[in-house]
């Protein structure tokens, strides 16, 4: 069953704390990244990341941070340095020669 | 930064007429796609046109892209009631190759039945 998975659908967090979100693919695809979306908003990128070991701040990076130590994992920690973290978050790959990219289910992030 | 910038946002259509729907964007592109996202779901690639192409077809879906107008147009023909959604036009910036897409605000499409 081949995709990219995010866990989980719904989290709920309290202001100050750090919140790590999930994203595994097993597409084998090298490019993965991360988006924001808010409510009848575009999406906005985070970070994304080419090759294991490697990424690049997007547009709205503060706040954030990520790693890439395997080919099939990008988690995303949202820090309490975050100002506005409740949001729509979702990964994606890009890999096998095309430009389109692949998006998994989403995490909808609830900070209070 | 955010590129794409649709028009209309929102559009209400009866089952079987025609949706259009445009983007327009600011500087030098490799490509142009279109996505699709359900409420509350991931979004769906439907289709890519190259900078160097004019139009292309998928299915019930046509896109075309002007360069000299910067602009681009997803029609969807005989629409039906599953193509309620929302759509998004991205385009991967020239100056990042393909390595990273810029996203409109998207289209909010409602297809009565």
């Known amino acids: 069953d081949g995709g990219i998975t995010q866990s989980p659908k719904y989290l709920f967090r309290k202001e100050g704390q750090n919140v790590t979100l999930s994203c595994e693919q097993n597409?084998?695809?090298?490019?993965m990244y991360w988006y924001r979306q808010d409510p009848g908003q575009g999406l906005r990128l985070i970070y994304y990341?080419?090759?294991?070991?490697?990424?690049q701040k997007g547009d709205i990076a503060e706040g954030y941070s990520v790693s890439r130590e395997k080919k099939e994992s990008f988690p995303l920690t949202v820090t309490s340095a975050q100002k506005n973290p409740t949001a729509f978050y979702l990964c994606?790959?890009?890999?096998?020669?095309?430009?389109?990219?692949?998006f998994g289910p989403g995490t909808r992030l609830t900070v209070t | 930064s955010q590129q794409g910038e649709e028009d209309p946002q929102a559009l209400s259509i009866q089952e079987g007429e025609n949706a259009t729907m445009n983007c327009s964007y600011k500087t030098s592109i490799n490509n142009l796609q279109w996505y699709r996202q359900n409420s509350g779901r991931g979004l769906v690639h439907l289709i890519l046109i190259r900078s160097n192409e004019r139009e292309k077809h998928s299915g019930r879906l046509r896109v075309t892209l002007d360069t000299s107008k910067k602009s681009s147009s997803l029609l969807i023909t005989a629409s039906r009631a599953a193509d309620t959604a929302s759509y998004f036009c991205?385009?991967?910036?020239?100056?990042?190759?393909?390595?990273?897409?810029?996203f409109g605000k998207g289209n909010q499409v409602v297809v009565i039945p």
């Open positions: 991205a385009t991967a910036l020239a100056t990042y190759g393909n390595n990273r897409l810029a």
């Open positions: 994606a790959t890009r890999g096998g020669g095309s430009d389109e990219q692949y």
């Open positions: 597409l084998n695809h090298d490019a």
């Open positions: 990341s080419q090759i294991v070991n490697d990424f």
